[in-house]
């Protein structure tokens, strides 16, 4: 099937796709899923391509794999664990069994702790030592600070409780500068950690602690802990009643559905929360339900496929055009580069194809005035994602959106159209002749004949947010499915904490001639001017 699919591109890849984009093709390389649009015209993808890649679902088993992840099999093999974030948005579905056991009653409880504790919060009837909580700082890293970081940005239209603060980096300019900003006595610190032992939180748990004890007679008071390790939580001074826990079955990049979410739930309110679950659970069920052929999550996994595996195009540009979203790249950095940057399969072979793209991007139109000339005529092709809302939030201003939608929709027209060497002369002819006409000209062609998709939504509500991240999930789970990678661990951040661990002492004094040339040279420098 993979030979199949390269020779197909080796055979269409010099043919100008633009030519196969009319009406027709409009309708028949886009789909629906409920009021998302996500429209994959605008590449090389035909009808052939397009049977061949779904020929891969079917020749992979992904709808078994799908249907064992949303059962509660354990499809973490590696560790042993279920995969299941879907059932922190299952409301109002089945049960879900682990173990013989149904965790949905769980679930339940722990969101209707959450939703009572996000109440008092909002409502003042949970007070800190100078009265009602007017900032939030959550304590986290990776998968435990991205997600409701961007999720509280995302949805700034409806933020309507306290203010929100995350603070992730171990560099004490970012605690420092957010408690400096904050007045400890009106402000709830959440210590956000799945294993509640991550080096970054934990020492800055340990500063935002000290900070409050200083004028905060109970500070542990005045701090949550959201983690799968409630004994470390208890260790640490934290009430049991502050604590909101979860299962090691939903993986640290797929958790701001549950617990982790806590701070945007505090910052939009209970009811936009649910409505973001029931997002999710619509796209969850949209993916358990369509065909492939309409099947959005399945679409755009397999277009990523195509253009990575298939194509060679190793990065991938993610370009909301939604200010509000401008922390989606970011995110997706973490989703799918942590989940699909896997170099062997999941029996432990190398993988004789690609692992996933360079994931990165930028808030429209901002990008446009930065790195889109190497989208447009550098010599590598990126394939551009894009996103847009028919609406923003703002009635008043509508038409400064329109402007926004008139500048996405021009960025793919121009990808794929291009300039060609004649339109380039008609545009200086006025000014050159000659070889000089010929120079200005030639640096004024745009190659076009690259590719993009578009995700469309009618606004970024709480339930469209949803719909869009459980569809970025899904994406993932489908191109690690059919490259037959496990997704859901991440050995490949742990070499650099180990040699972190062991470097502390010399980076304290200790001697570092046992390091390497390097290491040891950078060492000495940093010492020499004040490490
Ligand atoms: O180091 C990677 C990682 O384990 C991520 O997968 C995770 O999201 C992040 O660290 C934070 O982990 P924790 O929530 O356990 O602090």
């Not at 298939?310 to 200010?323: E, M, S």
């Not at 991240?469 to 050995?491: C, K, M, P, T």
């Amino acid at each position: 099937m993979w030979a199949d699919l390269k020779s197909h591109f080796e055979a269409t890849k010099s043919r100008r796709f633009e030519t196969l984009v009319d009406g027709e093709r409009a309708a028949d390389f886009s789909t629906l899923a409920g009021d998302v649009r996500f429209d994959y015209a605008k590449t090389n993808i035909d009808t052939t391509a397009r049977d061949l890649l779904i020929k891969l679902l079917d020749d992979t088993g992904v709808a078994q794999k799908r249907d064992a992840m949303f059962s509660g099999a354990p499809i973490n093999e590696m560790e042993g664990r279920a995969v299941l974030h879907t059932a922190l948005r299952n409301l109002d579905g089945d049960p879900v069994v682990v173990d013989d056991k149904d965790v949905m009653p769980g679930v339940r409880n722990t969101l209707k702790s959450m939703e009572s504790f996000a109440d008092e919060v909002r409502s003042g009837a949970f007070k800190g030592q100078g009265g009602q909580i007017i900032d939030v700082i959550n304590i986290g890293i990776g998968g435990s600070d991205l997600g409701p970081a961007m999720a509280v940005k995302a949805l700034a239209p409806y933020h309507d409780g306290p203010r929100c603060h995350f603070v992730s980096n171990v560099d004490p300019a970012d605690i420092a500068q957010t408690l400096r900003a904050c007045d400890p006595a009106t402000t709830l610190v959440i210590v956000a950690s799945k294993t509640f032992t991550t080096i970054e939180t934990m020492t800055n748990a340990r500063t935002a602690m000290a900070w409050m004890g200083e004028s905060v007679r109970k500070p542990g008071a005045q701090f949550a802990a959201l983690s799968t390790a409630e004994d470390k939580t208890a260790d640490f001074g934290i009430a049991p009643d502050l604590v909101f826990g979860f299962e090691d079955w939903v993986g640290g990049r797929y958790s701001m559905w549950g617990p982790i979410g806590l701070s945007l739930m505090i910052a939009v309110g209970p009811d936009a929360f649910r409505a973001f679950l029931q997002g999710g659970q619509a796209m969850d069920r949209h993916f358990c339900a369509a065909e492939w052929h309409e099947n959005m999550p399945a679409l755009l996994a397999l277009v990523g496929i195509w253009h990575n595996q298939i194509c060679g195009h190793a990065t991938r540009a993610v370009l909301p055009y939604d200010n509000n979203l401008s922390r989606l790249p970011a995110y997706l950095q973490q989703l799918e580069m942590e989940s699909n940057g896997k170099g062997v399969s999941m029996d432990g072979a190398d993988l004789d194809l690609p692992s996933g793209p360079v994931v990165w991007g930028e808030p429209g139109t901002n990008g446009q005035h930065a790195f889109y000339q190497l989208i447009h005529q550098g010599t590598r092709v990126i394939p551009c994602e894009f996103l847009i809302a028919a609406r923003g939030h703002e009635d008043d201003l509508h038409h400064q959106h329109q402007l926004l939608v008139a500048n996405c929709l021009a960025q793919s027209e121009a990808l794929m159209k291009g300039r060609d060497l004649d339109e380039a002369r008609g545009k200086v002819a006025d000014k050159f002749e000659g070889a000089e006409l010929e120079r200005q000209a030639r640096h004024r062609v745009f190659p076009g004949n690259r590719p993009s998709v578009t995700i469309a939504y009618p606004q970024l509500t709480p339930f469209v947010f949803g719909q869009l991240i459980a569809l970025y999930e899904h994406r993932v789970f489908v191109e690690g499915a059919v490259l037959g990678i496990n997704s859901y661990d991440q050995w490949g951040v742990e070499l650099g904490k180990e040699l972190a661990t062991a470097l502390q002492p010399i980076v304290e004094g200790a001697d570092a001639s046992g390091k390497d040339g390097s290491t040891a040279s950078l060492v000495g420098f940093l010492r020499d001017n004040g490490l």
